[in-house]
């Protein structure tokens, strides 16, 4: 399944360093399991490095666990969603992936990464894919470090829905969300359905 595709298109930094995405793990968004059944495919439409914001990533980081996320204490702030782990160690060895026009890279939803600020005067331009195997499942109920992240959802979606003149809405919740987004991409739909 495509879990979550995205294009990404990071706008020059207006000064208050609010491009920046803090240091993440993927998972903390997602409410289907196992972890290792899911992976990210991210490539560079453009050359990506350190100046227009390349990703940054903390080798090793995929064995680890979900860790607690909330919105960093930034001077400038930080966009909406864009949350980081609360007690991350900025100090840990990180790798910066500079990367040519075409360039993919794979890896594990638990991996802890993010992205400087684009200190050019051009959009960076990359696109993202989530993928899950047809083995993983919708969980219950999120973790008790995802309820944030589920909570500001369903409160986007909702507020999409009313937009749109959807007057009766119920209480959305991440899985509702996340069926609504995902897409069979080959095979048959087995375990990631309603």
Avoid at 19 to 28: E, N
Avoid at 150 to 163: H, Q, V
């Amino acid at each position: 399944m495509a879990m979550h595709t995205m294009l990404i298109n990071k706008p020059p930094d207006p000064g208050t360093k609010s491009s920046r995405h803090p240091m993440h793990q993927d998972l903390y968004y997602f409410p289907f399991r196992p972890a290792n059944k899911v992976v990210c495919s991210w490539t560079a439409m453009e050359k990506v490095h350190r100046q227009n914001g390349c990703l940054v990533v903390v080798p090793g980081s995929h064995k680890g666990v979900l860790l607690p996320h909330g919105y960093p204490d930034w001077e400038g702030g930080v966009n909406k969603l864009y949350h980081g782990i609360l007690d991350y160690k900025p100090d840990q060895p990180r790798v910066h992936l500079e990367m040519d026009t075409g360039d993919t890279v794979f890896f594990h939803p638990l991996l802890i990464h993010g992205s400087g600020r684009n200190r050019t005067s051009g959009f960076r331009k990359s696109i993202s894919c989530h993928y899950a195997s047809a083995d993983c499942y919708y969980m219950d109920k999120v973790d008790q470090v995802q309820e944030v992240a589920e909570k500001e959802l369903a409160e986007i979606a909702a507020a999409a829905m009313k937009k749109r003149g959807i007057t009766k809405i119920r209480k959305i919740s991440m899985k509702d969300i996340w069926v609504a987004k995902g897409r069979l991409v080959q095979g048959e739909l087995v375990n990631l359905k309603y």
